[in-house]
């Protein structure tokens, strides 16, 4: 079966006998109650964060993985809540390699759950406290929610390859693993290079347009109507196939980039300030891409990075085709004086 087709937030949204939600919204102060987590406003600060089951898929070793993300409303709060009574996986856990920092907006498949292949109908439940708003969602492997990070069935599409060394093992689709381990020291720049490529899709792409899903002919007229890119400037209306010449600029459709990475904290006692988030990739090095982290307390730390093709976040919606990674960086304090 191919990928569900999830826009946005659908994921969350799932009903009838295959519901994945469950919603308990507990009023904070000045805050009205809510009946359902989807009725929780999108903020700066003080809304909620839920979980997002995206589906469950055959590892490459024909393991059975649950594909965990989330959702955090609030546009300039983020989160750090670590594994306990408000950020819990059960039966089971509390910790099951989920995130403990919760960046803004929507955040696609960042981690995996691997199960027994006897697994049957047994389920997980993912619960997240912030904000005084408690969401949960139920993590399963009903055959309806199966996708295919590896592989668009439509097109041949596959995920980009990620590499932390230049000739080094190859890391695409799903997080299931460590990519890379590194040591560090507080105050003191960590090199971080990935060399990122991309084969694009083999069959059934249209002409003139991006490589992604939804990037057909429709697409292409609302992207001339605007004038393009450059000539309507951003989040100028009529670029998109949402909207169409005219379309508001909220409904406004960007293209993404052909290859583009973005680093993120996912575990980790103290913030991480990353020299740029979203580093220039060198095609003519192969891909390569460097930037630096800077750590500000001592600790064991788990860092991020996605890939994106130009299918764009969580592929559109389908699950392919992105990489997210995930590398363990042991940090040190500083030294002192006289050592």
């Not at 955090?72 to 408000?86: A, L, S």
């Not at 009529?238 to 290859?259: D, M, N, S, V, Y």
């Not at 994106?308 to 363990?328: K, R």
Request: glycine share 16%; with cysteine; aromatic share 8%.
């Amino acid at each position: 079966m191919r990928g569900l087709f999830l826009i946005g937030i659908g994921a969350l949204a799932a009903s009838g006998a295959g519901s994945t939600l469950i919603g308990i919204a507990q009023q904070g102060v000045g805050q009205t109650p809510s009946p359902l987590p989807l009725t929780q406003t999108i903020r700066e600060r003080g809304t909620s964060v839920t979980p997002a089951f995206e589906g469950w898929f055959y590892g490459r070793d024909g393991s059975l993985n649950l594909l965990v993300g989330y959702f955090n409303r609030n546009t300039k709060q983020e989160f750090d809540i670590p594994v306990g009574p408000n950020n819990r996986v059960e039966p089971g856990g509390p910790d099951m390699g989920q995130p403990t920092h919760f960046a803004s907006g929507r955040q696609w498949g960042v981690f995996s759950i691997k199960v027994p292949k006897d697994f049957g109908t047994k389920k997980l439940t993912w619960t997240i406290v912030a904000n005084g708003f408690t969401n949960a969602i139920t993590l399963h492997t009903q055959a309806d929610y199966v996708v295919e990070p590896y592989e668009d069935a439509a097109n041949k599409n596959t995920p980009p390859k990620l590499r932390f060394t230049e000739n080094g093992p190859i890391f695409t689709g799903a997080p299931t693993a460590l990519a890379e381990k590194y040591a560090a020291t507080v105050g003191v720049p960590l090199t971080l290079t990935v060399w990122a490529t991309d084969e694009g899709p083999k069959i059934n792409v249209p002409e003139n347009t991006g490589r992604g899903r939804g990037r057909g002919r429709g697409a292409a007229r609302g992207a001339d109507a605007g004038g393009g890119a450059d000539a309507a400037g951003p989040g100028a209306p009529g670029r998109g196939a949402a909207g169409g010449a005219g379309a508001p600029p909220e409904f406004a459709f960007t293209p993404p980039p052909p290859l583009a990475l973005t680093w993120t904290m996912f575990r980790g006692p103290a913030p991480v300030k990353f020299e740029n988030a979203k580093p220039k990739i060198d095609a003519a090095k192969n891909g390569e891409a460097t930037t630096t982290a800077m750590f500000s307390a001592p600790g064991d730390y788990i860092l991020r990075v996605q890939g994106n093709d130009s299918t764009g976040e969580g592929g559109g919606g389908f699950q392919c085709c992105w990489t997210n990674a995930h590398v363990a960086v042991t940090v040190k304090p500083a030294a002192t004086g006289g050592q």
